[in-house]
């Protein structure tokens, strides 16, 4: 019996001591005496393992190996700060962190742009970023789990410490139910878990709404900046004024009494465009208005009889007058050919008051237009009466004095179309002793300026001045006439030999364009909250990295290393494997083949007869019924009610 203790003590090294119930308790004594080393029972079919019974204890041994030749394959435990850096859980931390620059980055450079620059929404890139974010945490936060776990196991703790450390880090539920137990793995499981708000938050930090943005851009403009000359009328006979409108202008005058929208001529804008632009018009000279006394009243006459004359006076003229510019010889000095404009209203009380009149001379310039330019369409904006004159207009007069019949006049057609729309003579005379008056060649033009409408009786006459209105009428006619005559073929209304038909009609402007666009706006108060709970996360998951330097190798949460490091038999391999990495371990017992059910273990004499690796090596005595993983020749499926032993 000494021998066997003393080779036991030298060269054996024990597995594993299990306790039998009803056995008696081993008692360290000291030196190598060991009391209860005694009626050793060998098994003789045990060749690789030496299974001895003690009094209430089995002892499995190895094979009889130099110890020198086990430690020699054993792998070192070698802790260290750069050995085992758990190099994926920072990269994780790393990449959840970057992701933070990103969310920052995508909104701050989609807020406020139009939606044609994103062929990809800015929310689906958020999503996408908080997605790698909170997938790069968690897997940050596993490898936290794993450290603490294996750190706490190192340093001690109860068994529940460990459990505690585990269910942290695998179920959010077990927090809420851990009481004091609580600890930094559960503060950072919530963190994490919160962090997924985010999400959320992003999706909401980026939305899309409409604006008018205003933006410089170049309109193509085809506009003559002077017109050709005759382009307007033709004078017939021995008649020495324009007596006709030529059949460009006479489309002119019958889109402008149809109000028709102005649409050709303008090019690159979209939306709404504003602009001035240089054109054939009109340099407007008015002199102020002159006030002459009037008597409306009738005229009594001297003689006996006391008889009322007609007293027939203006009420409201408007009238206009084509001058060529010329005197009645070519000797004489010319002016530009003129287009005269005179305006007369009364302001009166009891049929006495005064006339005013006022005269305005127009003459060709090339000045600007204020526009706005919708799509495609024309508008002028706040016509002056006299628009800025960017140039005076060459063109002198086309007739002299011993013209030929049939020639062309470039103004002729805003006189003739000038008094058709605007001509008025409107004048009163006294028809009776009655005291009654008449109102003679009153139209509708006129009639547009009457202030007080109750003058039949007591002849208290007030009329506006028509001068404004006339003067931007027919600015915008000449408007319209400027972008015709860059538009039509000129040479089939003029003969080539009166002169030089080349003017300039195709220009280049700026303009300022103003548009309604869909734009990213950026609510940067969602992005300060899910970056907020973002960085909670990552400043939570750090701690759980505390002590990696303390291990000495590279572990893992995995069922099969944590079973190794409580000493399963099952997983015991002839190599010294308590160290073993679990890629190690799975190669040595990974083909081992295991079920989890009933084992039944029997008890003899406080003894039980199992192998080193869990094999049942006889059966005597009271079984132990037990559930656990063992081999599958070993295991039952457990019955319904079945109750089991420790």
């Given amino acids: 019996m000494t021998d066997i203790s003393d080779a036991f003590t030298s060269r054996f090294k024990p597995a594993a001591y299990t306790q039998i119930p009803g056995g008696s308790t081993p008692e360290d004594t000291d030196g190598d005496q060991r009391p209860w080393l005694s009626d050793v029972e060998e098994d003789p079919q045990s060749r690789n393992h030496d299974d001895r019974k003690y009094k209430g204890f089995t002892e499995h ?78 897997l940050a936060f596993a ?118 929208p102005i649409r050709a001529g303008f ?124 140039a005076i207009g060459n063109s002198t007069s086309d007739v002299v004095d011993g013209y030929d019949a049939g020639q062309n006049v470039t103004l002729g057609g805003f006189f003739l179309a000038g008094n058709d729309l605007f001509g008025a003579n409107t004048s009163q005379s006294f028809v009776g002793a009655a005291g009654l ?11 547009q300026y009457i202030v007080n409408f109750e003058f039949v009786e007591n002849c208290q006459y007030t009329w506006r001045d028509p001068t404004d209105d006339i003067l931007l009428a027919l600015q915008e006619i000449m408007f319209r006439t400027a972008i015709s005559a860059a538009n039509a073929s000129v040479s089939s209304i003029i003969s080539t030999s009166q002169g030089d038909l080349s003017f300039p009609t195709n220009i280049t402007i700026p303009a300022r364009q103003t ?21 909670l996360g990552i400043a939570s998951v750090l701690p759980t990295f505390n002590g990696w330097r303390h291990l000495g190798r590279s572990m893992t949460l995995s069922p099969i290393e944590t079973a190794k490091a409580f000493n399963a038999p099952i997983l015991t391999t002839e190599r010294p494997h308590s160290n073993m990495a679990v890629t190690q371990l799975i190669l040595e017992v990974g083909s081992r083949q295991v079920r989890y059910g009933e084992v039944t273990t029997v008890m003899s004499n406080s003894s039980i007869d199992r192998s080193l690796d869990g094999r049942l090596i006889s059966q005597r005595g009271i079984g132990v019924r037990r559930l656990e993983m063992g081999s599958p020749d070993e295991v039952m499926t457990p019955g319904k009610g079945a109750t089991f032993d420790n």
């Fill in 61 to 138: 041994t190895e094979k009889l190996v130099p110890e020198q030749s086990l430690m020699s394959s054993a792998t070192p435990w070698l802790p260290g700060i750069l050995r085992h850096v758990p190099w994926l859980g920072f990269i994780a931390l790393g990449v959840s962190g970057s992701m933070m620059a990103v969310t920052v980055a995508i909104l701050a450079t989609s807020n406020r742009s139009p939606v044609t620059n994103w062929s990809i929404q800015p929310t689906v890139y958020l999503a996408v970023a908080t997605a790698v974010g909170n997938f790069s945490l968690q």
């Fill in 437 to 447: 008056f008449e109102l003679d060649d009153l139209n509708t033009f006129a009639s």
């Fill in 267 to 390: 090019q690159g804008c979209n939306g709404t465009c504003t602009a001035n632009v240089p054109a054939a018009g009109f340099s407007v000279n008015c002199s102020a208005a002159v006030g002459t006394p009037i008597d409306y009243n009738p005229i009594i006459s001297n003689d006996t009889k006391g008889s009322v004359g007609p007293n027939t006076q203006p009420i409201f003229t408007t009238n206009l007058t084509w001058s060529s510019g010329y005197g009645h010889s070519l000797a004489e000095s010319h002016n530009p050919e003129q287009v005269i404009l005179t305006v007369g209203y009364p302001n009166t009380t009891n049929c006495s008051g005064t006339f005013y009149t006022t005269t305005c001379t127009l003459t060709e310039a090339v000045v600007e237009y204020p526009i706005s330019l919708v799509n495609d369409t024309v508008a002028l904006n706040s016509l002056a009466t006299n628009l800025t004159v960017v």
């Fill in 143 to 260: 490898h936290g789990v794993t450290i603490s776990w294996w750190y706490k196991a190192l340093r001690g703790g109860t068994i529940a410490d460990l459990h505690h450390y585990w269910s942290f880090g695998n179920g959010f539920i077990a927090i809420f139910t851990a009481g004091r137990s609580i600890n930094k793995i559960a503060l950072a499981a919530m963190c994490v878990a919160l962090a997924v708000i985010d999400g959320p938050l992003l999706q909401r930090a980026s939305t899309m709404i409409s604006r008018d943005v205003t933006l410089p851009i170049t309109l193509n403009v085809s506009i003559a900046q002077q017109l050709p000359k005759g382009y307007t009328s033709l004078m017939l006979g021995r008649i020495d004024e324009p007596v006709v409108l030529t059949a460009p202008f006479a489309q002119v005058m019958k889109q402008y009494n149809a109000k028709n």
């Fill in 515 to 535: 548009s309604t666009q869909n734009i990213y706006t950026s609510h940067f108060g969602f992005l300060w909250g899910a970056l907020a709970v973002m960085a």
